[in-house]
């Protein structure tokens, strides 16, 4: 109870790896590719890759769907 995130997608957010969730984070932000990669210091397809990880993981509809579901995860609520 209490939690923004569908009850069946919280085994599978406990499988990302610290980077897939920061890049998570940045993009649940509303960042682009581009400006999580320089923040995180990696290159912009390094992030793609960690977002594609992160789909296939999570079993999202692409990268709409992941969106979404880092809005939940780490959009602020007020």
């Keep these: 109870e209490g939690w923004r995130v569908p009850a069946d997608r919280i ?3 406990r499988s990302l790896s610290r ?3 920061a890049v998570m984070r940045f ?3 509303g960042r682009a ?3 999580i ?3 995180l210091n ?3 397809n390094t992030v793609r890759t960690h977002l594609n990880n992160a789909i296939g993981k999570l079993d999202v509809d692409g990268s709409r769907g992941l969106a ?3 809005g939940l995860l780490f959009h602020p609520v007020e």
Excluded: Q
């Design 33 to 35: 590719n581009k400006d």
């Design 42 to 44: 990696i290159h912009e």
């Design 37 to 39: 990669a320089s923040l």
């Design 11 to 13: 085994a599978a957010l």
């Design 27 to 29: 993009l649940g932000w």
């Design 19 to 21: 980077t897939e969730v």
């Design 68 to 70: 979404c579901l880092a």
